[in-house]
């Protein structure tokens, strides 16, 4: 894929939403406005074939200072585009616009998003859960960017493992080398699966809360 980062606007959020607007009105992906947040709107993007039980979450950008998640998603989606209506997706394409556009990693209050969703008094998580609770997932993905990384990593709930982390790492090495360390410096913890797989505790109804700890990201 042929990037122009001259006039590549990774932090520009009305770019992103300006993008994502336009690969739905192409694809049957239906869009909404489920909240605003700091004078910008907060979209879901959902297809014609989600349904109430077996659905994808992704959601990308909770951390504005991580472009890479909203970006990567948005690419996936664009190349992916012939399918797309076809999968049962609901889509969050940047849960921080504020954080990207001012390259921070939490809202304009100084909240890291990421650990407030076990709170009910933000208007922004509040609309976002009543979205999400309204289904049952078969697969949730939240993006991150970690620029300390070697390689790509993720987490897995502890509960549910399967081996799609396993597959999914497998598929990513084609591209990106796997994060070689056994402990994620920024994490301080062992990557007990090492190659790249963590496990954690999370609360699944929560597909937003990827974490339930205090650690980074
Ligand atoms: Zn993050």
């Not at 932090?11 to 004078?39: C, I, M, N, P, Q």
């Not at 998640?69 to 399918?83: D, K, M, N, R, T």
């Not at 209050?109 to 969703?117: G, M």
């Not at 790492?169 to 090492?194: C, F, H, N, Q």
Request: charged share 30%.
């Amino acid at each position: 894929m042929n990037f122009d980062f001259q006039s590549h606007r990774i932090h520009d959020y009305r770019f992103l939403e300006k993008r994502w607007r336009s690969l739905a009105r192409r694809t049957g992906l239906r869009g909404k406005v489920y909240a605003s947040a700091e004078d910008f709107d907060l979209w879901c993007y959902c297809s014609p074939a989600l349904r109430q039980t077996g659905g994808i979450y992704l959601s990308a950008g909770i951390h504005g200072d991580e472009p890479a998640g909203p970006e990567a998603l948005y690419q996936w989606a664009e190349l992916h585009a012939s399918v797309l209506r076809d999968l049962p997706l609901m889509i969050f394409p940047c849960l921080n616009p504020w954080g990207l556009e001012n390259n921070r990693r939490t809202d304009s209050e100084n909240r890291d998003l990421n650990r407030c969703y076990h709170l009910d008094d933000l208007p922004r998580i509040k609309a976002q859960k009543i979205l999400i609770q309204q289904h049952s997932f078969r697969l949730v993905m939240c993006l991150h960017e970690d620029y300390d990384a070697q390689g790509v990593y993720l987490y897995e709930v502890r509960k549910k493992l399967t081996l799609f982390g396993r597959e999914l790492l497998a598929a990513a090495g084609y591209y990106v080398p796997l994060d070689p360390r056994k402990m994620i410096a920024t994490e301080e913890r062992e990557s007990r699966y090492s190659r790249g797989t963590i496990r954690i505790r999370a609360r699944p109804e929560n597909p937003g809360a990827d974490r339930d700890d205090s650690a980074s990201d």
